[in-house]
Each structure stands twice: as structure tokens, then as C-alpha cells.
């Protein structure tokens, strides 16, 4: 399996903080990687894929990066409505598809 | 807008096989090229891929799980369903199902609660 580490595993910022994600692939993935929002009791929510292509829908403040083995989630003015755990998930390989163990972003 | 809803017993005894279903409402299962998913989320924990179908009945399960594992699609109804045999307090979790087109999960059911317990 490819294993997804996200770090950090908790932040703790403002509303209007600039705030990066990180997310790391074991093996190279290429850019097959998707970030996901979840809240609580809630389903997730698709905000990014192929590591940089924002959903429809999904605020531009919003942004993702990276290739290979490293990549990132940037909220670049985090708003109330940001405040929630975010995953990411490789698709470079379904057997099986695998989630990184989340970054719970909290209020300073 | 396609939306999915899964529907469940909610509590199952151990060593007793889990069964859930997903309805697809707002548009036909059949229609896109869209696999169809299942993920599990632990309480407090991350989300699991459990496996994904084909309207054409391709399967692709989680080698974790597959031994166990049956994924399957009613096109009529316009449902799918999963079905995990030998069940464990391990398989407690919230079960979510989702759409995906280029594998990764654009659409998903608000969850339900499958709790393993005598």
C-alpha cells in the first residue's frame, strides 16, 4: 500500500492566517492526489484534485501543489468556515486507494 | 444534482455479515462513466477505502478486506450495495458511499452508523 502522512496532525490559527498542509506519498504518485474537507458528522468534501485543480464550487483561496512525493494544501486568509479537519488521498495506485490521517485545523 | 444516501441496519451482531445499500437519486447510476464507491471512518479516526463497482459489474475491493467483501449494483433500482461477512467490533465505523470519475470522490452520501455489538 502507499502510505499518506500528513502533517501537521493539529494547527492552531486565526482567521485570516495564512496555513499550510503538508502531505507526504511513500512512493511517488505523480500528481494523483486529491484534499478533502471535513466537518464534523459531516461527509467529506472534495476541494482539490489532481494536487492542484480546484473543484467547482470551492473558494480560490484554496490552493494545492506539489508532485511526486510532497505536496500541499494552502488556505491563504483561513475563514470561520475553514475550521475543520482536511485529508489527502493518493489515486496513483487502487489497490487500494489510501488517505493520509488528517490535519485538524482549530481556532487560535 | 446526483445525490446518494445509504441506508443500513445500524447495529450488527459479531461474526453476523454487514449489509448496506446506496441509492442514487437525481440521476441515473448508469449514465457517465463513475465507479461507485464504499470508505469507512472509525470514530475519531481516518477514512478507509473499502472498495468501488462498475455499473458493468467491475469490481475493485481493498486487498484488506477483499476475503470478506462484496460489492454489487442494481441498475433498476438504482442502488449498490456492500456486504462484509464475518464482522468484528473492528468494523465499527461510519460508512459513507461515493461517486468517483477519475478516482477520486466527488460525491458522497451523508454516512451511516454501523455499530458491531452483541
Known amino acids: 500500500d502507499i502510505q499518506m502522512t500528513q502533517s501537521p496532525s493539529t494547527l492552531s490559527a486565526s482567521v485570516g492566517d495564512r496555513v499550510t498542509i503538508t502531505c507526504r506519498a511513500s512512493q511517488s504518485i505523480s500528481t494523483w492526489l486529491a484534499w478533502y474537507q471535513q466537518k464534523p458528522g459531516k461527509a467529506p468534501k472534495l476541494l482539490i484534485y489532481k494536487a492542484s485543480s480546484l473543484e467547482s464550487g470551492v473558494p480560490s483561496r484554496f490552493s494545492g501543489s506539489g508532485s511526486g512525493t510532497e505536496f500541499t494544501l494552502t488556505i491563504s486568509s483561513l475563514q470561520p468556515d475553514d475550521f475543520a479537519t482536511y485529508y489527502c488521498?493518493?489515486?496513483?495506485?487502487?489497490?487500494?486507494?489510501?488517505f493520509g490521517g488528517g490535519t485538524k485545523v482549530e481556532i487560535k | 444534482q446526483v445525490q446518494l444516501q445509504e441506508s443500513g441496519p445500524g447495529l450488527v451482531k459479531p461474526s453476523q455479515t454487514l449489509s448496506l445499500t446506496c441509492t442514487v437519486s437525481?440521476?441515473?447510476?448508469?449514465?457517465?462513466?463513475?465507479?461507485w464507491n464504499w470508505i469507512r471512518q472509525p470514530a475519531g479516526k481516518g477514512l478507509e477505502w473499502i472498495g468501488r463497482i462498475h455499473t458493468s459489474g467491475t469490481t475493485t475491493y481493498n486487498p484488506s478486506l477483499k476475503s470478506r467483501l462484496t460489492i454489487s449494483v442494481d441498475t433498476s433500482k438504482n442502488q449498490f450495495s456492500l456486504k462484509l461477512s464475518s464482522v468484528t467490533a473492528a468494523d465499527t465505523a461510519v460508512y459513507y458511499c461515493a461517486r468517483d470519475y477519475a478516482w477520486y470522490f466527488d460525491c458522497w452520501g451523508q454516512g451511516t452508523l454501523l455499530t458491531v455489538s452483541s
Open positions: 488521498q493518493q489515486y496513483y495506485s487502487f489497490s487500494p486507494f489510501t
Open positions: 437525481g440521476g441515473s447510476i448508469s449514465s457517465g462513466n463513475y465507479h
